[in-house]
């Protein structure tokens, strides 16, 4: 429990000034009449009634103090108080004690300095109206510039509604010189603080707006701060702070060097050189010459194959590879164990089977039955239709060895199957489809070089005694020639003036060749034409202007 | 007739190509690949993993399931290695596949095209061969040599080692004039034989698109009563 004695402690009357219904700005004195218009417009400010108020009563301005509200009710009782704090109060005013006296002393104490403080302020506040008088004075000077400044319509940065209207009221405005005024606005008034407060924020938004700082002088070394702020500033020398200038070394350049910089220099300002737009190339597009070339194409070959011609005879040769590819098809006999490996697609089939079609009829005189295999997915299929289209369906026995993936596999293994001179013992039954004894010949019909060549490395390296006989496109045949003239197959037919060559009592021929020799005129006069007036492409077009 | 009709409509699909990319020959192009696609998986069961694998593994003997024990382990270690965690093991079947590829591939090259090609060029100045041959000698020697030549040529020009000159350290490195030479004379016969390669390719094509046309023309001669 609290043991303080509450002797000199008296109840404050808050209420009575404010509820006296008279207007406490009123009671301004006589003599303070002639103050500055600022004081005129703080009294119209809500925010600073009580600061009025309390002038008028000859009570120090700022800070408002509690004290001197206190002394206003003093004596008179207090309806809100309860009864055992007046009691308490009574006790301590006529009893004596310790702590009593303690407690008298220090509001004595308080009391005298209360006196001083009192002196003091209202010292200062004199000098303040006085100071405030004088600003007043230079502010009507600096009018007409403010009003100037005013109509150019410069946004000012920050703006609070007291402020603004402190300035209006006496005609300031930031964009006054203000190291001219400040200067002249000496003294520690709150008016200047605020004055030179605002202008300092302006100058540090004037800092941070690059437009406004590209406009300073470059070698400024200090910054350059109104003496109102450097009150509670320091003056900050960037002199020291910025780094100094270093001197770069000397860059030591090879002629080597130097020559690529020089290049690399060209490069860019050639790649900077303004060029003439790009206009859309109207001439032929390649697409446009597929398509005319397509139509062009088309149309000979049609008319090479329906328009009949009185003479449809034809008379080809042969040449010493596809002649021996025959003549070994003539001399197979009944007990001949023929190989035929099947590796072309559906799309080489017309080529191949013009070249397969004779061979085959040639073949099924004489022999009964072959064995095919195939490294394509549809060369059982196609072996079929080419029987079909010989009439060879019923005459001739077809043992089909199955479909093998890959063609070295398959290569290899046939062949080391044909040569080997040893076999597993406990091979596995499956693999006995392979057929063991040695073939009698083996013909390869393929439409690429890739497919022949592999079949002819594996037999003509194991198996060489087994005969190797190749039936291939015109795209693979000039690659496989040399395994020809090598001896490593014995018989090669490739194209279509082979197929004339073999037998030229087929019907569909004689208007195939003719189609045959038409585009190739047509493809010659074609790449004539191409090579004497190239026609270039766009890109390549540009790019030779350049 | 009808399987005629869907054979035109592919063709023309197809041909569709001269008036550029359109809807009619991608569908023409997925058509063929899924109906490859299709198949040739039918084509793999039929003729190899029924016949190879699941025939041995029912009705076989058990020295044949054995036998299908190690086809069986590398499809497997193959199936597994596609989950991240057992990637390693797929190493086993791949690295099977790669040697032994290599290993035919590479035998096959040099011993079924390396050598016997190079037996062949020094064969042809066998003086035997030049009168037992049919033919006139002077056009065998003629034909040696040229072979000889085109030999030397293609191959030096692609020998690309450089020499430094003795003379100067500062100039770059260049060719021997021999081998310069000897390449220029290559590039003629690599021209050639280019140029040959691309007749046949085109006589292929060609003699593929007057097939087509042909069809075309007989099944529209059929379709309207004619032979």
Redesign the interface.
Known sequence: MCQASLAGVEPIHLTESLDNGQDDRDLLPQADADLPSLLESLKGDDDLSDFSAHEGEGQPSLPLDIEALEGEGEGEPEPDVPEWLNRIRQRAQTESDSMGEITQKITAAKDSLGDDKEESQRSEFNSLIKKIQEVDDQSDNDHAKAEESNESGQPEVTDADWLRRIRDKYHLSPDTDSQESLNERTGDSLLQWLVSLEEGGNQIAEAADPSKTSELPEDTHEVDISPAVSETTQEIALESKRPSKQKAPELSVSREEQVGADQLAAIIIDEKAPRPARTPDTGFRPHNIRFLMGLLLTVILSMALFLRTPSDSLRGTQQPNSLALMNWAESLSAESNLLLVLDYQAGYSAEIELLAKPILMTIAEGTREVSILYTSPSGGLLFHRLLDKAGLTEGLGVIDLGYYPMESYGAYGFANQASSKWQLRNQPEFSKNIPTDPFGGILILADAYEGGVTWIEQFSTLAPDTPIYVLVTAQAGPQLTPYWESGQIRGLASGMPDAVGFDNQVVTLPSHWRAYQAGVIVMIIVLTISLLFPIQQPQQHQWGKR | MVWGVVGLLLTVMI?SY???DNFFFRFAAYLFVGV?AG??TV??IK??VW??FF??LIS??W??RL??LIPLALAISLVVSQFSRWSVVGRVPLAFLAG??AA??I???V???II??L??VVEAFDPVRWYQSPGRPWVRIAEALVMLIGVVGTLSYFHFGLRRRQDSDTQAPERPRVIQTLGKVGEVFIGV?LG??F??????A??????R??FI?QFVSRLFGGR
């Open positions: 041909l001269l008036i550029g490859t198949f040739m084509l793999i003729h190899l016949p190879y025939q041995p076989g003997t020295h044949d036998w299908v032994l590829t035919i591939t035998g096959g090259a011993f079924g095209t016997p090609q037996r062949a034989a040959a390669v007749a046949g390719v085109f006589s292929t060609l003699l593929a698109m007057i097939d046309i042909m023309g």
